[in-house]
Structures are given as C-alpha cells and as structure tokens.
C-alpha cells in the first residue's frame, strides 16, 4: 500500500513511500482511509518529537470504511463508515506503549490503518468525509475544556452568551 511517511524529521522528508499493509489483529478493525486531516501534532511529529524508530507515518485524523473485522470484532462490520478517535491508535507499538499514542506510528496518512474496535465510530452518510475526520479533534478540545471547569466544582461554572 501507499503511505506518506518520513525517515528523518524535517517536513522536506515527507514522501510517498510502499509500505506493508497493517497486520489486523483480533480484537482490529482494517479501515481504507478516505480522508486524513492535517493535525498539529503530525506537524511537530515531522519536525520537532522524538520519534524513533524510523520510519514514521503521522496522520491523527481519519476517517473511512472498515475493509475487514478482526475474529473478536462486534460492533461493527465491513462496509460501515468510520472516524477513528484520534486519541489512542493500535496500542501496541513503542510511542503507543510509552504513553505517546497521539503520534501512534499506525498514522492515518495511508491508504489503510488498523485500530482498535473501541477506537471506530460509525458515522451516517449524510457527514461528509471531511467533517468526519475533524470531528475528533474538534469535539475534544471544548469536551476537555468543559470538564477541566467542571471538575473545578459549581464555582467554575461557564456562562456563554449565544447571540
């Protein structure tokens, strides 16, 4: 399959490379990405983390149809559409295994990602490929906001004015 992964940061070093296809294991779903979002954390993977061993395939928003379902899959089934949740990614190799899965080396800048069943949401034909692989991220961002005040206890209630 085709990846667009790098060897040595720089952003320069980008490049379109075969790659093997994931290996799909039990518990996996395979998914043909149909879009990847550009994220910060693929750009600081490219240029600034500490990301070894090479080579690395960034890519933390995606969406798509799952291809194949591993043996203990049961939510869901090829065919369906997918957005990954971007947080934790096949859990299995050494950034995902050290606590750093947001630049899991399973990157969604690939014709095809193997994640976990718990990491796939099913999504309706109506979300177009675009707003469903940003969904994450921009779900995330206000979710954590919200729960850092709220966590504050009822003084740090969040007044918004919507007008």
């Known amino acids: 399959m085709k990846a667009l992964s790098f060897e040595k940061q720089g952003l320069e ?29 693929d750009y600081f993977a490219a240029t600034t983390l500490r990301v070894t061993p090479m080579p690395h395939i960034p890519g933390a928003e995606v969406s798509g149809i799952i291809e194949k379902v591993g043996e203990n899959v049961t939510s869901v089934e090829a065919g369906d559409r997918v957005v990954v949740y971007n ?41 177009s490929w675009e707003s469903s692989a940003s969904i994450p991220v921009a779900a995330l961002t206000p979710y954590h906001a919200l729960e850092s005040l709220y966590s504050k206890g009822r003084e740090g209630r969040v007044m918004i004015r919507v007008s």
């Open 13 to 41: 070093n980008l490049e379109l490379r075969d790659v093997d296809e994931p290996k799909l294991r039990s518990s996996n779903v395979l998914v043909r990405v149909k879009m990847a979002g550009v994220n910060p954390v």
């Open 87 to 127: 947080r934790v990614f096949g859990g299995n190799c050494d950034l995902c295994l050290s606590g750093r899965e947001m630049i899991c080396r399973n990157g969604g800048f690939a014709e095809y990602i193997s994640v976990p069943e718990k990491n796939v949401f099913k999504i309706s034909n109506e979300i």
